[in-house]
T-cell receptor
């Protein structure tokens, strides 16, 4: 299957700093990328969907000014957590699809963010 | 928003027994998928069943889908200690707001297989 990578796999930062997480589709062009967040012992919650070249569509309750998503190319999406706080500590997982009508969705390995 | 609800939330069985997990959802779907996640790790795709299918098998996995009841079940036969993980169903549907198909995850079932 297709491979999605994320970097970094884990990050620890101080409260108030910003953190950028990269998501890359390694062997396919991702027309749509998704960002999920998973708190401990909970399920994945979709944060936002981004189509290449378009602004991201955020789910209700997700602050778009706090979680900046850029999908500048067909192989790269970034999530920047701005002014991170301890409550933003979570497991962030990106995912990608190769076409609007294709139903296989490939997941990255996740990034564990800890905000001190 | 989350669409799927799984039950049970937690399941503990002896090795060799079968494990059944159920998933219910609310809206029309294109397909339904099951994933496994070991603690603190990424997702592993297990199986996909399309909305026009009723049953699908893959190794020790059997998935059923009842679109009239908006429910699915995952059966793992002859469980092993290595099957210990959280299992999530995810429904695939088109969301016009985002202009794309999306996977929406259920709350998951935590399976413990005791050796």
């Amino acid at each position: 299957g297709a491979v999605v990578s994320q970097h970094p796999s884990w990050v620890i930062c101080k409260s108030g700093t910003s953190v950028k997480i990269e998501c890359r589709s390694l062997d396919f062009q991702a027309t749509t990328m998704f960002w999920y967040r998973q708190f401990p012992k909970q399920s994945l919650m979709l944060m936002a969907t981004s189509n290449e070249g378009s602004k991201a569509t955020y789910e209700q309750g997700v602050e778009k000014d706090k979680f900046l998503i850029n999908h500048a190319s067909l192989t790269l999406s970034t999530l920047t957590v701005t002014s991170a706080h301890p409550e933003d500590s979570s497991f962030y997982i990106c995912s990608a699809r190769a076409g609007l009508l294709l139903h296989e969705q490939f997941f990255g390995p996740g990034t564990r963010l800890t905000v001190l | 928003s989350q669409q799927g609800e799984e039950d049970p939330q937690a399941l503990s069985i002896q090795e060799g027994e079968n494990a059944t997990m159920n998933c219910s959802y609310k809206t029309s779907i294109n397909n339904l998928q099951w994933y496994r996640q070991n603690s603190g790790r990424g997702l592993v795709h297990l199986i996909l069943i399309r909305s026009n299918e009723r049953e699908k098998h893959s190794g020790r996995l059997r998935v059923t889908l009842d679109t009239s009841k908006k429910s699915s079940s995952l059966l793992i036969t002859a469980s092993r200690a290595a099957d210990t993980a959280s299992y999530f169903c995810a429904t695939d549907a088109f969301y016009s707001g985002a202009g794309s198909y999306q996977l929406t995850f259920g709350k998951g079932t935590k399976l413990s297989v005791i050796p």
